[in-house]
């Protein structure tokens, strides 16, 4: 989610809206652990705003590959919004885009190394 300057404030996952369907109709338990709490506040949410996770997890351009991994890894997030010095959004990597270099065939990754080496 934006604001009104294009700042990332936050981010609906896929967790976010799946807390949303856990609870739609069911009655409350007594005793939930907070995350639970969230989860069930989350349920009531009919606007991206309400539903959000803020603030978002957020890395700069130059950010390496591996770094972003990790921390996709330790925040269990399956996704992370990539901001200017501004915090303005310039793009979203990807689990999917983290694995891309991996799913070439054999004769791409060739071509490359052949084309790099006679740079």
Known sequence: ????????????????????????????YAGLLERRRIARAKSGADTARDLTTSPAIVVGPVESLTTVAKLMDAERIKRV???????????????????????????????????????
């Open 81 to 119: 919004p990539v901001v200017d010095g501004h915090r303005r959004l310039v793009g979203i990597i990807s689990r999917r885009d983290l694995l891309r270099v991996y799913l070439r065939d054999d004769e791409s990754i060739q071509t490359e190394i052949v084309q790099e080496a006679g740079s």
């Open 1 to 28: 989610m934006l604001d009104d300057g294009g700042h990332v404030v936050g981010i609906v996952s896929e967790a976010d809206l799946l807390h949303k369907m856990e609870f739609t109709g069911l009655e409350p």
